[in-house]
T-cell receptor
Framework: SAVISQKPSRDICQRGTSLTIQCQVD?????MFWYRQQPGQSLTLIAT?????????ESGFVIDKFPISRPNLTFSTLTVSNMSPEDSSIYLC??????????FGQGTRLTVV | AQSVAQPEDQVNVAEGNPLTVKCTYS??????LFWYVQYPNRGLQFLLK??????LVKGSYGFEAEFNKSQTSFHLKKPSALVSDSALYFC?????????FGAGTTVTVRA
């Protein structure tokens, strides 16, 4: 199993500003995943972050809006840039173990006002 | 592309009664199927998975799921539901290295 620490747990931000979310894993992992979840709804994959290479973004998500860093095998950050109220959501970090089981952070609940 | 569907937004059952949460899938090739649960204000937790082998898969908290290839289904079941099982349940399929989630089913177990 993996333990993921994600912070901040929640934030209220002004539109036009940026927020960086941190994700720390207690073991080394090759891939880290970032999801967005509207409250009570499904998860949508934003991007996959590999150490030493650029993140791979899903359709509808771009690097300028959601830049990702992956400086080592246990840490990643997701930045939500130039925020608007439509970015209000829960952002989740995830990793997988060797048996294809995914583990998730507690999430960051973002409200943009 | 691989996908899963959860046809029910909500499932309501009385405590002690059987609980079933439905999931159907669409894949090319052999499916890797999962169930996750999200309790209020908490992250997702892994319940169980099917990759190969026995069609009946047992998981955490007394849950099980049956893989049915002919019906392309992977329904989650629990013989006797508890109030503490009230949560949001997601079915998911693995496509290459990525997970695709269903819309989710909110389960409410009443005392």
């Amino acid at each position: 199993s993996a333990v993921i620490s994600q912070k901040p747990s929640r934030d209220i931000c002004q539109r036009g500003t940026s927020l960086t979310i941190q994700c720390q894993v207690d073991s080394q992992v090759t891939m880290m995943f970032w999801y967005r979840q509207q409250p009570g709804q499904s998860l949508t994959l934003i991007a996959t972050a590999n150490q030493g290479s650029e993140a791979t973004y899903e359709s509808g998500f771009v690097i300028d809006k959601f830049p990702i860093s992956r400086p080592n095998l246990t840490f990643s950050t997701l930045t939500v840039s130039n925020m608007s109220p439509e970015d209000s959501s829960i952002y989740l970090c995830s990793v997988e173990d060797n048996w294809a089981e995914a583990f998730f952070g507690q999430g960051t609940r973002l409200t943009v006002v | 592309a691989q996908s899963v569907a959860q046809p029910e937004d909500q499932v309501n059952v009385a405590e002690g009664n059987p609980l079933t949460v439905k999931c159907t899938y669409s894949v090319s090739g052999n499916p890797y199927l999962f169930w996750y649960v999200q309790y209020p204000n908490r992250g997702l937790q892994f319940l169980l998975k099917y990759i190969t082998g026995d069609n009946l898969v047992k998981g955490s908290y007394g849950f099980e799921a049956e893989f049915n290839k002919s019906q392309t289904s992977f329904h989650l079941k629990k013989p006797s539901a508890l109030v503490s099982d009230s949560a949001l349940y997601f079915c998911a399929v693995r496509d290459d290295y990525k997970l695709s989630f269903g819309a989710g089913t909110t389960v409410t177990v009443r005392a």
